[in-house]
């Protein structure tokens, strides 16, 4: 299995609202990672779990809250959004977090509106 | 700090026409390379990848780069462009002294002609 999985694929949600995507991954990569993606941007790095360990956090607001709870999975927790949070919310894996052949693989992405 | 510059934000080719995208890195070190296409609405895939040896790197769907050190450059090519290759583009740097993380350039965007 060579896919990183993510949920849902749409999300339409309101400033106070709470939800969750998620992303799962069975290749037995041991460093996962979230990216949003405004339209006609390149993927801009949010966290990185290294391990199930947070890594990296590019100074993301705390209104984004990321969580590992294994290995192969990966949540990115969502409250009080604002309308500029809207973009592709994209995740992926890679076999370790540094060294060689080590390619990121991505999911489809989690395309999320917020009102 | 690293950086990707793609020079291209959009090219047109015609249907079985040769394909060049641009890519220029800068980085202190040798650097692991990476090109992606992302279509529509979807999730990046990658095409290729340099990490050392060969210069010369294929990849999937007829793609191939080649990393020229002396130009900083890591050019994406093709020989015969079909429709579906219309899509978004992006060249990557990967950091290998720490942490491997990726800075993208900012895509260019593949726009195919009958």
């Known amino acids: ?115 | 700090a690293q950086s990707v510059t793609q020079p291209d934000i959009h090219i047109t080719v015609s249907e079985g026409a040769s394909l060049e995208l641009r890519c220029n890195y800068s980085y202190g070190a040798t650097p692991y390379l990476f090109w992606y296409v992302q279509s529509p609405g979807q999730g990046l895939q990658l095409l290729l990848k340099y990490f050392s040896g060969d210069t010369l790197v294929q990849g999937i769907k007829g793609f191939e780069a080649e990393f020229k050190r002396s130009q900083s450059s890591f050019n994406l090519r093709k020989p015969s462009v079909h429709w579906s290759d219309a899509a978004e583009y992006f060249c990557a740097v990967g950091d290998h002294s720490g942490y491997s993380t990726l800075t993208f350039g900012k895509g260019t965007m593949l726009l195919v002609s009958p």
Not at chain 1, 22 to 36: F, T
Not at chain 1, 54 to 63: D, F, G, K
Not at chain 1, 97 to 104: A, I, P, V, Y
Request: overall charge neutral; charged content about 20%.
């Open chain 1, 1 to 115: 299995d060579t896919e990183v999985t993510q949920t849902p694929k749409h999300l339409v949600m309101g400033m106070t609202n709470k939800k969750s995507l998620k992303c799962e991954q069975h290749m037995g990569h041991r460093a996962m990672y979230w990216y949003k993606q405004k339209a006609k941007k390149p993927p801009e790095l949010m966290f990185v779990y290294s391990y199930e360990k947070l890594s990296i956090n590019e100074s993301v607001p705390s209104r984004f809250s990321p969580e590992c709870p294994n290995s192969s999975l990966l949540n990115l927790h969502l409250h009080a959004l604002q309308p500029e949070d809207s973009a592709l919310y994209l995740c992926a894996s890679s076999q370790h977090q540094q060294g060689d052949n080590n390619e990121q693989f991505f999911g489809p992405g989690t395309r999320l509106t917020v009102l």
